[in-house]
């Protein structure tokens, strides 16, 4: 791992979204409760594994933090709508939970098998000229953009 400049501010967020999820937990019997720390779990490992690929000098370290960070990412839509649903009092049946659950599931399921086919990314390579530290640049391809 390697410092690197401004990423306090991102551990910083961590420590705001534990913080958050600390202070919400004892509503996580309600529907509301349950959808929101749902969302917050996924921005929490959005944040602290970005913490971990900006800190990673070498191209493989910063792939796998990457792909992990994409937990959080491609679930934390269907979390939104699952509190969106929550707040408004609306009740989705066990098979449209399952259904938006799908697309985020099958994104993970295409990532982590991408050096087979390649749908995600293609080529991705670390610029050292986009910022003052080791950036990783994705070559994303027709799956992410779908």
Aim: one cysteine or more; glycine letters at 6%.
């Amino acid at each position: 791992m390697v410092y690197t400049p401004g990423l306090w501010l991102f551990l910083l967020a961590a420590l705001i979204t534990m913080g958050v999820i600390g202070f919400s937990w004892r509503y996580r019997q309600t529907d509301t409760g349950k959808a929101f720390l749902a969302l917050m779990a996924c921005g929490l490992v959005w944040v602290v594994f970005f913490c971990f690929e900006t800190a990673s000098p070498a191209l493989e370290g910063k792939l796998f933090w990457a792909k992990i960070q994409f937990l959080g990412i491609t679930f934390l839509p269907t979390a939104w709508v699952f509190l969106v649903l929550a707040l408004t009092g609306q009740k989705a049946a066990r098979s449209v939970k399952t259904a938006l659950l799908l697309l985020p599931a099958l994104t993970n399921l295409v990532i982590w098998t991408n050096p087979l086919h390649h749908w995600f990314y293609g080529t991705p390579t670390i610029s050292s000229t986009l910022a003052s530290f080791p950036v990783l640049v994705q070559d994303y391809q027709f799956w992410f953009y779908y």
